[in-house]
């Protein structure tokens, strides 16, 4: 990603589309090739169709979002439906003279130190919720709300966000993902079924069983679609929970690592301060009022 500083990011929504409506029935035919002059996201509703990329021929399959970058050559072949949104990733008032959503005119010069954010497509699993995230935005632009641009920015900034971590989760194998999709269901059945007993201590053997998949098998998918592994999305649920109990409650340390399912106290005061940098104790101080300032 060119190093570049997640913090620089600062979208800013020129124009959005949902091409073509779904209830228009288009068989054949091709967009006119072009260069993309901003970032733009697109995100396949349904399709049969392919989109010309940088060069490369990509199908236009539903749950792809292809993603361009100033300078990219793109074109693309009917049929498919999707929503596009076309944006400046690094807003700032000085850019912002040049959007003119009628103007479409290429300028090679903005392009030399534009960093290149995502690769040019990736697909992503129903269960992210990103299509909706799309379906937000759209029905935000299309309203007369006064605070519609800060809606749509925060719809924004999720989808690029878990874009993020989808590219730079190890090990993710987009390969796989049509048996990811085929299970989806068993995960999210899963995923309920921890946060609802997070005073557990889970087995692999166990979280099989509840899935009804084999062990190595769970783990890949599970890793797959939720960009952790079982015990790394456990772990996360169980600091989360211990987090709440800590600010909201007067419960004794070890009444919260027992609440939260880890094996002994000693073991949950690691964790805890391996994830939030503080130990329980000063966690609860940092968060209540007078708020404790640490020396």
């Not at 199908?59 to 596009?84: C, H, N, W």
């Amino acid at each position: 990603m060119n190093n570049l500083d997640i913090n620089t990011i600062n979208p800013y929504i020129i124009r959005l589309s949902r091409m073509p409506s779904v209830k228009l029935k288009v068989s054949s035919g091709s967009y006119p090739a072009r260069f993309v002059r901003w970032y733009e996201l697109e995100y396949i509703i349904s399709g049969s169709g392919y989109i010309m990329t940088g060069g490369e021929k990509i199908p236009a399959r539903k749950d792809t979002v292809f993603i361009r970058t100033p300078g990219m050559e793109v074109q693309g072949y009917l049929p498919y439906y999707s929503y596009s949104v076309i944006f400046d990733a690094f807003y700032n008032p000085d850019r912002a003279r040049h959007y003119d959503i009628n103007d479409d005119v290429f300028e090679p010069s903005r392009i030399t130190d534009e960093p290149l954010i995502f690769p040019p497509s990736l697909q992503v699993q129903p269960m992210s919720g990103i299509r909706q995230l799309f379906e937000d935005i759209y029905q935000d632009y299309l309203s007369d709300e006064p605070y519609r641009m800060m809606k749509m920015k925060a719809s924004l900034l999720e989808i690029m966000c878990k874009l993020f971590t989808l590219i730079h989760t190890e090990g993710f194998n987009y390969g796989n993902l049509p048996s990811a999709r085929l299970h989806s269901q068993r995960i999210n059945m899963l995923i309920e079924y921890i946060d609802s007993h997070i005073d557990h201590m889970f087995t692999m053997k166990e979280l099989a069983e509840i899935c009804q998949l084999s062990e190595g098998f769970l783990c890949r998918l599970f890793k797959q679609l939720m960009g952790v592994t079982p015990f790394s999305y456990i772990s996360g649920r169980k600091i989360r929970c211990s987090r709440q109990l800590l600010i909201e409650t007067d419960l004794p340390i070890k009444d919260i690592s027992f609440q939260c399912g880890f094996e002994n106290e000693s073991y949950f005061y690691k964790v805890f301060r391996e994830k939030t940098g503080s130990s329980p104790n000063e966690y609860r101080k940092l968060h209540r009022q007078p708020y404790f300032i640490p020396r």
